[in-house]
């Protein structure tokens, strides 16, 4: 008898606790299907016009503040030559409507969530400095409208934009541009709304970002309120400094420059009479460095100012014609020195040397030790003593001063050609050397005077 009692216990308790869960679960389901109700009460026809703005703060006449936040997404592309870069970003707003405010059943219901932006009252802000932008509707719409209990409004929605962005490329390619986001009001002024960055943290921005070609250093926000005609716009904006990467050009421009200018000076430890081979490497190095100084302008704007790359190849392109140059100097200097020698071959100058000594008188010629030679008198006349005190005086004018020692190194190369070619092998690297530490100290010190 006693266990059939406590079997039939057993299972009325088990039937309860079934009854129990199965109330609470129709309680969830009931208090889910409150959503549909709130939004017919509060969005229902006659209850909520969304063509007119929420209420200032405290239910006054004030404007309408909209605190705005955006989330950097990526940046797919900055521009050099159009002068725009395309970014993609989440961009959210948030404001107080207190037509909005509904019961959160004890906290049960934290938010309303809407797809549909056209149900509420909207902000009208645009993008400013806009050329192009998209939504993202794959494999749904990228936005939604979260109604809080209190009657705040986030709306959020993922765009990709293509903005402009002015840049100044005269220290190109050790520049840094700051390219701006604006967003402002299209038709409120700021009498009925103003625009506000979120406190603390507006913008974020997506960890380890790649840009092609550049970095961002750092971001600011500030407010850019517009004036015209009409009355005054309130205007957000963000501005963000990229630094150009320089180790690309570095690799592509800089290094392919130096070395076709120091190609370009082998053409000095040629021999002078190897025509073809210095003609042929002086007009390569020069068509390269042209092909190379046109490439470059080709993929940048045509500006009216100089660019620090400017200054570079055409310096470059210099040095590379002046070797050309070079040679041609130095053929010349060789034909002269040709014709010199043939007529040094037809006209010997030990001839020279005996017709001379012919015409000068006997008591000047110097005599042989085995010869005879003319007795000098003991005693001289007084106007012999001046001539040779004149000679004397004259042969210690006559005497070679001390060379120096640039010439007694060059007179070891007996042409005048040769000469030009020693000369140039250390006078082209001097000078490129020196226009390197004069480039580079400069632009160097502009970039640093520009980040302060």
Known sequence: MWPGVLKLLVLLTFLLHLSRCAQLQKKVVNFREKEKEVLDDILGPGRYDARIRPSGENGTDGPTNVKVNIFLRSISKIDDYNMEYSVQLTFREQWLDERLRFSDFKGRLKYLTLTDASRVWMPDLFFSNEKEGHFHNIIMPNVYIRIFPNGFVLYSIRISLTLSCPMNLKLYPLDRQVCSLRMASYGWTTDDLVFLWKEGDPVQVVKNLHLPRFTLEKFYTDYCNSKTNTGEYSCLKVDLLFKREFSYYLIQIYIPCCMLVIVSWVSFWLDQSAVPARVSLGVTTLLTMATQTSGINASLPPVSYTKAIDIWTGVCLTFVFGALLEFALVNYASRSDMHSDNIEKKYPPSETEQSTSMD?????????????????????????????????????????????????????????????????????????????????????????????
């Open 360 to 452: 000068l008188p006997s008591d000047q010629v110097e005599p042989d030790n085995s010869s005879n030679f003319a007795m000098k008198p003991l005693v001289r006349q007084p106007e012999d003593t001046m001539s040779m005190d004149r000679m004397q005086h004259c042969e210690l004018h006559m005497q070679p001063r001390k060379k120096n020692c640039c010439r007694s190194w060059l007179s070891k190369f007996p042409t005048r050609s040769k000469r030009i070619d020693v000369i140039s092998r250390i006078f082209f690297p001097i000078v490129f050397a020196f226009f390197n530490l004069t480039y580079w100290s400069t632009y160097l010190f502009r970039e640093e005077e520009q980040d302060e």
